[in-house]
């Protein structure tokens, strides 16, 4: 009578082991990451929110949001990794109410070669939000894309800059677009 119930028991199981889905989960379109006030930073973060493109050619969206209104000297370093290895591959930079710059890097320390006139990215600082707009696919195809950012004051010590998630440290990613 036993055999009986475990046979077909095996055989359901069996079923569900092979039709289940598998399980990693293809990352999210939308991912915020908060970060607690920390009084002792110059331009302290409070969250980062990563937004997929809509479309291929599409910008993808990232709000990164502080912890008072800008101010001049306010500045943002924002890297992005598009290409799964962990290195970053752009980096938007630029100090508030003034232009930005966009570079191709291969690193956390060098800037790279200024491609600012390919509009891969932009960089928007307005009362308590940084946003960066950028095509995941600028420099190659992209399926998703992770990110950093520092937010600091100019002439301010080091020691008072903000790191999202963390110093030469990449976010969990995002897909580059919204599934179709």
Same mark, same amino acid.
């Given at each position: +009578?036993?055999?009986?119930?475990?046979? $077909?028991?095996?055989?359901?199981?069996?079923?569900? #082991?092979?039709?289940?889905?598998?399980?990693?989960?293809?990352?999210?379109?939308?991912?915020? *990451?908060?970060?607690?006030?920390?009084?002792?930073?110059?331009?302290?973060?409070?969250?980062?929110? +990563?937004?997929?493109? $809509?479309?291929?050619?599409?910008?993808?969206?990232? !709000? *990164?949001?502080?912890?008072?209104?800008?101010? &001049?000297?306010?500045? *943002? /370093?924002?890297?992005?990794?598009? =290409? /799964?290895?962990?290195?970053? /591959?752009?980096?938007?930079?630029?100090?508030?109410?003034?232009?930005?710059?966009?570079?191709?890097?291969?690193?956390?320390? /060098?800037?790279?070669?200024?491609?600012?006139?390919?509009?891969?990215?932009?960089?928007? +600082?307005?009362?308590?939000?940084? !946003? &960066?707009?950028? =095509?995941?696919?600028?420099?190659?195809?992209? #399926?998703?894309?992770?990110?950093?950012?520092?937010?600091?004051? +100019?002439?301010?010590?080091?020691?008072?800059?903000?790191?999202?998630?963390?110093?030469?440290?990449?976010?969990?990613?995002?897909?580059?677009?919204?599934?179709?």
């Amino acid at each position: +009578m036993r055999a009986a119930r475990v046979v $077909p028991l095996l055989a359901a199981l069996a079923l569900v #082991v092979t039709f289940a889905p598998p399980a990693v989960a293809a990352p999210p379109t939308e991912r915020t *990451i908060t970060d607690p006030r920390e009084p002792g930073k110059a331009f302290d973060v409070v969250s980062v929110t +990563m937004t997929s493109a $809509p479309a291929p050619g599409g910008k993808a969206k990232v !709000v *990164i949001r502080h912890a008072r209104p800008i101010e &001049v000297r306010d500045s *943002i /370093d924002f890297w992005v990794d598009t =290409d /799964d290895d962990r290195v970053p /591959d752009l980096l938007v930079t630029g100090p508030s109410f003034s232009e930005y710059a966009v570079y191709k890097t291969r690193s956390w320390t /060098d800037h790279g070669r200024d491609i600012t006139d390919q509009q891969c990215a932009s960089l928007r +600082m307005r009362e308590r939000r940084s !946003v &960066v707009r950028f =095509d995941p696919s600028c420099l190659e195809p992209s #399926v998703r894309f992770a990110v950093s950012v520092r937010s600091y004051q +100019m002439h301010a010590r080091a020691r008072t800059d903000d790191y999202v998630p963390g110093k030469h440290r990449l976010s969990r990613k995002v897909l580059s677009y919204l599934p179709e």
